[in-house]
T-cell receptor
Framework: GEDVEQSLFLSVREGDSSVINCTYTDSSSTYLYWYKQEPGAGLQLLTYIFSNMDMKQDQRLTVLLNKKDKHLSLRIADTQTGDSAIYFCAEANAGNMLTFGGGTRLMVKP | DAGVTQSPTHLIKTRGQQVTLRCSPKSGHDTVSWYQQALGQGPQFIFQYYEEEERQRGNFPDRFSGHQFPNYSSELNVNALLLGDSALYLC???????????FGQGTRLTVV
């Protein structure tokens, strides 16, 4: 079955880069997503990558996809205190049903 | 562009009651999916509606049902509420079945 795994917690200093990792199991995934969730809020779509791509860059965000290892990562450059939140990766099947990881809590220290 | 809107934002119900949650998709979107997010966990897929039909369903009992209207808005109904149904219920919309999904702010349901 499908299972998406993420580490629980990451702490970085303001100005450093953050790298959040994710592993997934469904090789037929069409899209892989990164969402951000702040306390008490819904999910904000940060970025996504098609399964036939290796890398996508969008301003401070870089997504890397290793299909062979089923590994996805999100790099946030110049991390700011406003980036503190929970980050979820999710894989989408052909009908756009999303399977989420458990989330990584990012704490940015000033 | 209003984005995905959900109502109500918060709701308190008693065990055994029934609840209806509502979702309006992002302008131009025609597909709505519902997710349940328990505290401290990632969202779990409940079901998806497209062209007013349920297209996919996750591992949720029949107490969870839904509907999509001709204007693409959707309702999630939960019957015979259990304490374990307490969660944040999220609605996501997309254009068709294979484009990026945008989420609303959710409805926080508390069952007492």
């Amino acid at each position: 079955g499908e299972d998406v795994e993420q580490s629980l917690f990451l702490s970085v200093r303001e100005g450093d880069s953050s790298v959040i990792n994710c592993t997934y199991t469904d090789s037929s995934s069409t899209y892989l997503y990164w969402y951000k969730q702040e306390p008490g809020a819904g999910l904000q779509l940060l970025t996504y990558i098609f399964s036939n791509m290796d890398m996508k860059q969008d301003q401070r965000l870089t997504v890397l996809l290793n299909k062979k290892d089923k590994h996805l990562s999100l790099r946030i450059a110049d991390t700011q205190t406003g980036d503190s939140a929970i980050y979820f990766c999710a894989e989408a099947n052909a009908g756009n049903m999303l399977t989420f990881g458990g989330g990584t809590r990012l704490m940015v220290k000033p | 562009d209003a984005g995905v809107t959900q109502s109500p934002t918060h709701l308190i119900k008693t065990r055994g009651q029934q609840v209806t949650l509502r979702c309006s998709p992002k302008s131009g979107h025609d597909t709505v999916s519902w997710y349940q997010q328990a505290l401290g966990q990632g969202p779990q897929f409940i079901f998806q509606y497209y062209e007013e039909e349920e297209r996919q369903r996750g591992n949720f009992p029949d107490r969870f049902s839904g509907h999509q209207f001709p204007n693409y808005s959707s309702e999630l109904n939960v019957n015979a509420l259990l304490l374990g149904d307490s969660a944040l219920y999220l609605c996501a919309s997309s254009l068709g079945l294979n484009t990026e999904a945008f989420f609303g702010q959710g409805t926080r349901l508390t069952v007492v």
